[in-house]
């Protein structure tokens, strides 16, 4: 007896997993039963040098062969993207094939009909490795928390931003020196801006969100800010109000509908998140019942997305030994009990803020600032001002108490406007956790 | 349809199940597919008042009125301590019930029995709660790495013990201060040796490595030392070289045998176990595949352990649903793949080490002692020594790079005797993490 599956895409994360899978073979057999085997894996091209030896005549160019093969029982999709990653899923569900993929964007995308199509054939899709990496977060809030209801997801899910951010705290050194040298280090693409502009995410989170709410979120209705814009002087003034600044996803149950967002923002320096450095993610979920809980690890590379790669196969494995496929369905709720939850406007978002205001040096201007805030209901909690002109300037930095957004942004449009400004308000968001 | 479950133990932990199951009803039904019934719970005495109101009827005193009753499928229990509660479990298991017990003791001494008598009828025990309150740490293990190779699992296991080093490193209190006060809070038992002495540690311990390594790990073969001889002033020549100081689980795959010890340990202050304080729990595991990951949470208290326990209830349920009880077996490992490993004993241990001897303030007194730890091979890697004296010695602190325990004792066995020295040398070890 073995469990035989087939690999499509043996890139990176193709490559870690078959690396687990050969390797720790002996030991994956002790704690599933049974041996799982490896029995084709599909490429593009057969003449690619290879990260890992694999047997001769494992490789084949021919993904039908895979999803048509009676003694494939499970299915594993690591080529990523959206076409054809997509249908070769929908064909595998449709053959009966129970599907893990590590795909953040087609699930995403288009989780809703693939969910549906699983349900219909009666078979498995799981995909822990498509958030966090090694790092099991899906399972916990499918399995774990199976009693809480989820009050706040706060996450550093993008590896590369948080390396940036990192590096640019405690270095001091500007954006683009710290992409470049990430880039020609392998850390980070060569084309970055799904990773910087916030997208990757906001895919994450919005598989996340569903999770946690039981609803679909729609990508287009997450707010999205990625992190191309911060400057490492704002890093330094949040350092010395005693925060650390983070790019981090946020879902979260209000009385007015889910908040769900990506941004910057500054979290408090004696918070464990703050504790998350370099390429690290972390998941901090508070539940009605368990409190506060942390996941913390590698969110990306080779090693750590192939162990959630095989963590998913074992356990469809279990599934299919057990024949209990469809035992948790693909998003911890019934496919039935799925709702549409309402979405908060972002302009209905009520946090506290951290402003840095460029002003000319001249009596009277912190007064026109603070009226123009006054005005619009905006408290002021803390204020540094400090002689270092710049090109006829100074930066004041604000920390504002709760504020709704929709009257910050209408107070930055007529500070902006204020003829002692000298250049647009740079504005961060504190996220308390 | 519904899933009915008796529950045996309305203490602090029944009446947190037994809240989430009531207040949470609809959304555990939503992601189960079914409603969960509890339909007995027993106590001893149906005259105590009781922290949360249940409907009429459903408080017994006849825990054989669960164990035989034909419609529960599922029976919690939370009693705690050996016996009754590990004749309830095994009476219940060979009654056909699928078991969920939160009781670390019972686990660890008696666990093999439980988990052979679990296999042999055919049903399905469960135990997230045992270990790490609402952090899943139990499933990680058993599900989230399966794939893994556990390289080593260091934990802060007992949040009594981690409340009471914190407040003693922030605050500088001593031991019993702080102890005092955690009891009149509630925080630590009217009886706190099981946790100060590193008692209830070394039972979670035991149950993490057999996990972890699918072998059994007696507790007498645990080396345990807890945290009642700690001194302020060592966590603060600690801080001062840039260590947390936490009572730690720790275990290890070696070349020699696994590592498996519970004892006070410095930590370096950028590692993110340092910033896990007060009543918090941890769990730092390094996997081949996977790298480091941690899990943090509160490792004890009503609704958190409650979330587990209800957290293991629907992982049951799911199985009763799907046919499917033994589809993940008790120690990850199948019961036919369990070993018996080597232990390595305390005396071979290497790592670093912190000392601070008590020495007469006099000259020649570091060479004396420096000469003693050089016969023995250990090598020093800094020294503090202040002038502070008190009641005619001062303290002399150093720490060493790697060295060999059994080497470390005899050393200061006769650092220990030598004229110079007025008192016996504290010791902790230094975990590298």
């Not at 599907?99 to 199509?117: I, M, P, Q």
């Not at 010395?240 to 967002?261: D, M, N, S, W, Y």
Request: net charge negative; glycine share 10%.
């Amino acid at each position: 007896m073995s469990i035989k599956i087939g690999i499509i895409g043996f890139g990176t994360v193709g490559s870690g997993t078959v690396k687990i899978l050969f390797e720790n073979q002996a030991l994956i057999k002790k704690r599933l039963g049974c041996p799982l085997v490896v029995k084709k894996i599909a490429v593009r091209d057969l003449s690619l040098p290879r990260r890992i030896a694999v047997p001769e005549g494992l490789l084949t160019t021919d993904v039908e062969a895979i999803i048509k093969d009676p003694e494939i029982k499970i299915v594993v999709e690591l080529i990523g993207g959206i076409e054809p990653a997509r249908t070769y899923i929908l064909k595998a569900l449709e053959a009966g094939k129970h599907v893990v993929t590590a795909n953040k964007a087609v699930l995403a995308e288009h989780g809703r009909e693939l969910f549906a199509a699983a349900a219909e054939r009666g078979v498995d899709i799981a995909f822990e490795a498509a958030v966090g990496g090694g790092v099991p977060i899906i399972k916990t809030l499918k399995e774990s928390l199976a009693g809480n209801r989820i009050l706040s997801l706060v996450g550093i899910v993008n590896g590369t931003c948080n390396y940036i951010l990192t590096r640019m705290t405690e270095e001091g050194l500007a954006f683009e020196t710290v992409l470049k040298e990430a880039q020609e280090a392998g850390f980070a693409e060569a084309d970055p801006s799904l990773d910087i502009e916030g997208w990757d995410a906001a895919h994450k989170l919005a598989i996340l969100a569903s999770l946690a709410y039981g609803t679909e979120v729609p990508l287009d209705r997450i707010y999205v800010e990625g992190i191309r814009d911060i400057e490492p002087l704002d890093l330094s003034f949040a350092r010395e109000l005693g925060f650390v600044t983070k790019l981090l996803a946020i879902c979260r149950e209000t009385g007015e509908g889910l908040e769900v967002r990506v941004h910057p923002a500054l979290i408090r320096e004696d918070h464990v998140l703050s504790s998350v450095r370099m390429a690290y993610n972390a998941f901090y979920i508070r539940g009605d019942a368990v409190g506060d809980i942390l996941l913390y690890g590698l969110g990306a590379g080779q090693m750590p997305t192939g162990s959630a790669v095989v963590s998913d196969i074992v356990d469809l494995a279990r599934n299919v030994l057990a024949g209990a496929s469809g035992r948790v369905p693909p998003l911890s709720y019934q496919m039935a009990a799925l709702s549409s939850q309402p979405l908060k406007p972002m302009e209905d978002v009520v946090c506290r803020y951290y402003f840095r205001f460029s002003a000319i040096d001249r009596p009277g201007v912190l007064s026109k600032i603070a009226g123009v805030l006054g005005e619009k209901g905006i408290s002021i909690a803390a204020v540094i001002q400090k002689g270092r002109e710049e090109k006829g300037s100074v930066p004041i930095v604000m920390l504002t108490h709760e504020a709704r957004e929709a009257a910050v942004r209408e107070a930055l449009a007529r500070i902006d406007h204020l003829d002692i400004v000298t250049a647009p308000t740079k504005i961060l968001r504190i996220e308390e956790g």
